[in-house]
């Protein structure tokens, strides 16, 4: 794997599996419809539907499930950057026409559309504040009181189903009862954040039995060297913090399995280490390459206009030189060109 650095790339990495998404969604959704889902159908569909100018803000994922042999098109839309933009509900709905139009053109006999669900992950600084549905955003005022209420019933409404993940705290989150995969995921993107190296270490050692039962899980080991690639990337963890983290860990389960994973986080910064230095290597290689052709691509050119100036001033053969025009550097070649404005005889310009 190559462990994410980023909070989408986090994001993506976790929630990307049917498991941890379903076990999202189940969170936030009403009982009537998480009991009516066909959870074991759960499949993510490849793809983005986000616009290219916001995906320095907002990751999704598309997943389709069946609901008593029906689908249903389950759109997470996560919003990562400190505060929610106040379209987000219209790019939403863009973004669900988008969903459709690709429907039909893979079920080209198609004669219904599937409901997509839209689902937002708010993780910011603070809690969301921007409108919930698009006609929250239709400007009515203007209008008599009368006409106003024909128009409302007219306008695209499409809510969405909200997780803010930034109005909650540590204990919300535990509160959710969610799986050491899930719940640590959530608490690492939302808690871990906002707090100072050494404060992040001391909310992680709190944290010791999840993460006990995180390495336990089937994905344990890679989700675990995933979140602290997170942290170190994003808090600024220094080896010595998760040598302490895994001391404190290792002292509610005598079993966890500190030192293998350390060795995983070290094997990935090695890796990384290897990786930037063949980059530095092949930006290098490709100056110096770049300086050498350059360097060749002028002393062939010369070689071959004095060649064409001797074939027109003599009109000889130049077997017999072909070898020194062959093996001239540039400097040479100069000086051939510059004989050449003088000689009478093919010799005189090699002298």
Request: hydrophobic residues 45%.
């Amino acid at each position: 794997m190559a462990p994410p650095r980023t909070h989408d790339g986090l994001f993506r990495f976790v929630f990307g599996e049917p498991e941890q998404m379903a076990e999202l969604l189940q969170s936030q959704l009403p009982p009537a419809l998480t009991a009516a889902i066909d959870w074991p159908t759960l499949r993510r569909i490849e793809g983005s539907f986000v616009d290219a100018a916001l995906q320095d803000r907002l990751t999704d994922l598309l997943f389709e499930v069946q609901v008593h042999g029906a689908p249903l098109l389950l759109h997470t839309l996560v919003d990562h950057k400190s505060r929610a933009d106040w379209a987000t509900a219209l790019q939403l709905a863009r973004y669900t026409l988008r969903i459709h139009d690709r429907w039909l053109a893979e079920h080209p006999d198609a004669r219904s559309l599937p409901p997509v669900l839209p689902f937002v992950v708010h993780h910011g600084d603070r809690p969301w504040q921007a409108a919930r549905s698009v006609d929250e955003l239709v400007d009515l005022t203007p209008f008599p009181p009368a006409a106003a209420a024909f128009l409302r019933l007219l306008q695209l409404r499409l809510p969405f189903v909200l997780f803010d993940l930034a109005a909650m705290d540590a204990a919300a989150i535990e509160a959710l009862r969610l799986s050491a995969v899930t719940g640590l995921t959530l608490g690492f993107l939302r808690v871990l954040r906002w707090l100072d190296p050494a404060a992040a270490l001391a909310q992680v050692v709190r944290w010791g039995p999840l993460l006990v039962g995180l390495a336990r899980h089937v994905r344990g080991k890679d989700v675990l060297v995933a979140l602290f690639s997170w942290y170190s990337a994003r808090v600024g963890g220094s080896p010595q913090d998760l040598r302490i983290i895994m001391g404190k860990i290792q002292e509610h389960d005598e079993e966890f399995p500190a030192y293998s994973l350390l060795d995983a986080l070290h094997d990935e910064g090695r890796a990384l280490g290897l990786q930037a230095g063949r980059q530095q290597g092949l930006k290098q290689g490709l100056e110096q390459g770049l300086e050498q052709g350059l360097h060749q691509g002028e002393h062939l050119g010369m070689r071959h206009l004095l060649e064409a100036q001797l074939r027109a001033r003599f009109g000889v053969d130049l077997a017999p030189f072909a070898e020194r025009l062959a093996t001239a550097d540039v400097a040479t070649l100069q000086t051939y060109g510059e004989r050449l404005l003088r000689a009478e005889r093919i010799e005189q310009v090699f002298g």
